[in-house]
Every structure is written in C-alpha cells, then in structure tokens.
C-alpha cells in the first residue's frame, strides 16, 4: 500500500474525448507531481503542485490542464489528445517540494491509450 | 544527452548472483534516488543518498559525489527483485529539478 492511488488504472481514448485522470493521497503530503513515462525514456516531469500552488509546468502541452483543489487531490485533465501522448502517467507526492530532494511516493500510474 | 545515465540498459542473472547498475550524472545535484518499477508501472523508493552509503536488506546504494557516480548493489539476488531500477537526481542549481535516467531492466532467473 503506497499511499498514493490513481484512476482510472487504465484508460482508452480518442483524439476528440475530453477524460481526466485522478491522483489521490492519504500521507499529509503537501507536494504533489505528475510524471509522463513513455516506452524506452526516461521518466518526464509534467506538473509540480506545492501546498496547491503550481511550482513548475516543464513546457507541457495546453491539452494537458493540471487541477489540485487541495493538498490530497490532483487532476489530469486530458483534451484532444494525440496518439504519441499514450503513455504511463505518473502521479507522486513527498512532504514539501523542498531543497534536499525529498523522497516521492508513487501511485500506481494510469496507462493512456490514445486511438 | 540525458543529465542522467544507466547501465547496463538490460541485465539478467542468474538467482543468488551479485548484481551492481551503475549510474553516472552531470549536474550537481543536492540528493540521488533510487527507484524501483515493477511491472504494472507502480513505482517504489528504495534509497536517497546525498553521500556515501546506505543499506536496506539485500540492497546496498552508494554515490561518490566527486566522481559523480552512483552504484545499486544487490546480493544474492532472487527472482522478486525483477524489475526496472532507476536513477534519478534532484539538480542542486536548477530549482529543484529532477533528472532520470531511462532506467536498468533486471531479470532475475530461478
């Protein structure tokens, strides 16, 4: 049990749906991020929310709308997708995103299929 | 160029062999994880190091901040420990940015 679950697990999607992904997480965490990892590159960091403020948006795509309404919850909100956007994403939350690195925690991920 | 660096990209072994996956950055950096994915995608925090060494069970995680390397050991290795290791560091000068490598597939054959 991380602490950190995400929904759907999987999801499937055309280009012209509007879908959101869910991160959610039980440890008092006041930092939440979003990681896209596609096949054979490295992890990338999307989205990084510090006591609900965004801190970081790494050139991210508009069809990619973060929401963090509080400091448990985070959204994904997926627009007019297109296919070399499926991937497994990510969601992780640590303390605070402070200086020293502090450990993340994962959530399982969610795999995006975009037809 | 990826700031962060792995290998072997892929590495089997046989069950009970030593294994290390090597890891080499360059940025400075404040602190250096190691990860671990198993299949399905979850991933897990194994260490963070921001100098010399630490140990967890069959896992051994050392850095060398001078050299910029860091090194995942694991003895006697088991079939359980399959999985995706990955290297990630925490850049000192660019805001608290993250580095990862593409990480090192482990199979771990009976």
């Known amino acids: 049990e991380t602490g950190v679950t995400q929904t759907p697990r999987h999801l499937v999607m055309g280009m012209t749906n509007k879908k959101s992904l869910k991160c959610e997480q039980h440890l008092g965490h006041n930092a939440m991020y979003w990681y896209k990892q596609s096949a054979k590159k490295p992890l990338e960091l999307m989205f990084v929310y510090n006591f609900k403020e965004q801190t970081e948006n790494n050139s991210v795509p508009s069809r990619f709308s973060p929401e963090c309404p509080n400091s448990s919850h985070l959204f994904l909100h997926l627009h007019t997708l297109q296919p070399e956007d499926s991937a497994l994403y990510l969601c992780a939350s640590s303390p605070t995103f402070g200086s020293l690195g502090e450990t993340q925690y994962f959530g399982p991920g969610t795999r995006l299929l975009v037809l | 160029k990826n700031e962060v660096e792995q290998s072997p990209q892929n590495l089997t072994a046989q069950e009970g062999e030593f294994i290390t996956i090597n890891c080499s950055y360059s940025?400075?950096?404040?602190?250096l994880h190691w990860l671990q994915q198993h299949p399905g995608g979850g991933i897990v925090s194994l260490f963070m190091l921001s100098s010399g060494k630490k140990k967890h069970g069959r896992l051994i995680a050392t850095i060398n901040i001078q050299e910029k390397h860091s090194s995942l050991h694991i003895t006697a290795s088991h079939p359980r420990d399959s999985a995706v290791y990955i290297c990630?560091?925490?850049?000192?000068?660019?805001?608290?940015?993250?580095?990862f490598g593409t990480g090192t597939s482990l199979t771990v054959i009976p």
């Open positions: 940025v400075g950096i404040s602190a």
């Open positions: 990630a560091v925490v850049g000192s000068n660019t805001g608290n940015q993250f580095y």
